[in-house]
């Protein structure tokens, strides 16, 4: 959860959980409360699809101008691998 659970989280009950944690393990409050946590931007995603199999994405969130604490999500895959291979066969698949 890392950054996903800070000061601009979209992720519903993430302070709640955080708290949860806090209270019960002093280890973790001293730990959160370092605030050493990268963010997330730019990384893989592997999703496992019914019909073409796994396919590695990179993920990208864009903020959006004008929407405070809203991001887009952006899932490509990298030009000319397997996975954009996959995905192609699957938009082919699905133009009917």
Known sequence: MGAEAGPTSTTPG????????SLGS????????RHDVNTCEGTLK???HP?????????ERLGVSGATGQTLVILHPAPG????????LL????RT
């Open 51 to 59: 019909q073409v199999g796994g396919l590695w994405l990179n993920r």
């Open 81 to 88: 691998t397997d996975s954009a291979d996959r995905l192609a």
């Open 14 to 21: 993430s302070s709640n959980f955080v708290g949860e944690l």
């Open 46 to 48: 592997h999703i496992d």
């Open 26 to 33: 002093p280890r973790f409050s001293r730990l959160w409360a």
């Open 91 to 94: 938009a082919s698949v699905t």
